[in-house]
């Protein structure tokens, strides 16, 4: 998990827009927890105060602090690395929501899961991956759970 | 473990029990130094004199600028061994230019004044924070190995600059002026309406570090880097710089601690803060910062310097002997940290 454990919300949502800045530039602390707090709100993360440390959350909503920081940093690609993997049901329907968002931003995103039902649900083109080689590629429309697992065996 | 997170704010007594738990854990240092000193004040008459305040503050103000730039580092996760001799390698370098005089082709230099000599100070210790940082992460060496080679290397130049003499000393400066300039002496043993000008230095360069950890794109990178590095990088943060820099910056806060300490003895040797470079980690670590890295900050470190420096001071009116007394300061550092570790366990275990 690519977060800052002991740091609070608004940190750990600016890091990646921060670390572009020159280190004798200045934050702008009162924009930053106002911008902290409205993903706060927009992603319903779930925390007694923006202050508290992020270690503190449970695994869903650390994981929306992530999405957070790469909604907020404006990145063009965004790599989500099972993105589902130990958060529970109801954090993972909001991740997929937040996908579907960062998607409609015009970014690019590269999931990586072996849950093929998510896959299915998500993908706009499904590559398999058989021993570190593309072994096929699918449409959104074009691929079934047999396919993929064909391809994959 | 509940798995269910709380939603919306907990219970008000909860949430003022969390509060006044954080609170007493981040002013733990402080009321360490309070007690301390009001034991010392019922234990001796010595204690609570003006004099002897002005003295304490005097042997702390040292600690205290050198933990500044400690702090720094250890927020990073990193160490820096060489503090002490930093200071002393750029306090003798200072002071061998403004007691004596030079032939530099064929043109008679110096002694130079104190401005001069200050920035000379700085820039030795700023180049010596520099080659901290450039070994550490263009070598791939672990900093605690890093800075404990450079700790010896300096002290070697620093005693080869001087001849392995304190200076000024009876042998070096013969011809000519036979002190440090007066502006020297005021920073380390002066004082401003009572206040020692050492502890004011202290004070704005502890204001400074605050400013910079919390204000600054830097003071961001520090925390991010030592509280998980791993996440710092890939979040853009350059782990490398941010390394340099608070190594640059701990080289040039020490060797505003070596012209304040060499003003204070009105002289400057080689070897003089050897104590320091373990001094200062204790007083950062006692100041409730996390030697791991990622928590903590400048404030608890003047503290923790201040506390040592009581202790010691407080150790010595108590007619306690110089041997036991190291024995004393080694126990409080062993057992504030055990605290601190325990206190934390609990924090985390409470979430």
Known sequence: ?153 | MESKPAAGPGRAPDRILRAARELISRIGPVIALVLLGAFLSIATPHFLKVNNLANITRQSAITAILSVGQTLVILTGGIDLSVGSVAAISASAAAVLMTQRFTVFGVVVGPLNFELGLLIALAVGAACGLVNGLVITRGRIPDFIATLGTLTIFQGIALIITGGLPVPSHLTATELKGYLPPQMIWMGAGDVLGVPVAGIVAVVIVVLGWLLLRYLALGRAVYAVGGNREAARVSGISIDRTKVAVYFLSGLIAALAGVVLAGRMNSSNALMAGEENLRSIAAVVIGGTNLFGGEGGVVGSLIGAFIMGELGNGLNLLNVSAFWQRIVQGLVIILVVIFDQWRRRRLTAAA
């Open chain 1, 1 to 153: 998990m690519s977060l800052v454990p002991v740091l609070s919300i608004p940190p750990n949502v600016t890091l990646a827009k921060v670390s572009q800045l020159a280190m004798h530039r200045r934050l702008g602390l009162r924009s930053e927890s106002q911008m902290a707090s409205e993903y706060v709100r927009s992603l319903s993360i779930h925390t007694p105060s923006l202050n508290r440390a992020v270690m503190f959350l449970s695994g869903g909503n650390q994981q929306k602090v992530v999405l957070a920081r790469w909604l907020f940093s404006g990145a063009r690609i965004v790599i989500f690395d099972e993105p589902t993997r130990g958060i529970d049901v109801g954090a993972k329907a909001e991740v997929f929501a937040l996908m579907n968002q960062l998607a409609g931003r015009k970014a690019a995103i590269v999931m990586i899961s072996s849950e093929m039902p998510e896959v299915l649900a998500m993908a706009d083109r499904i590559l398999v991956m058989k021993a570190g080689r593309v072994s096929a590629e699918f449409a959104a429309g074009e691929a079934t759970q047999e396919k993929l697992l064909r391809a994959a065996s």
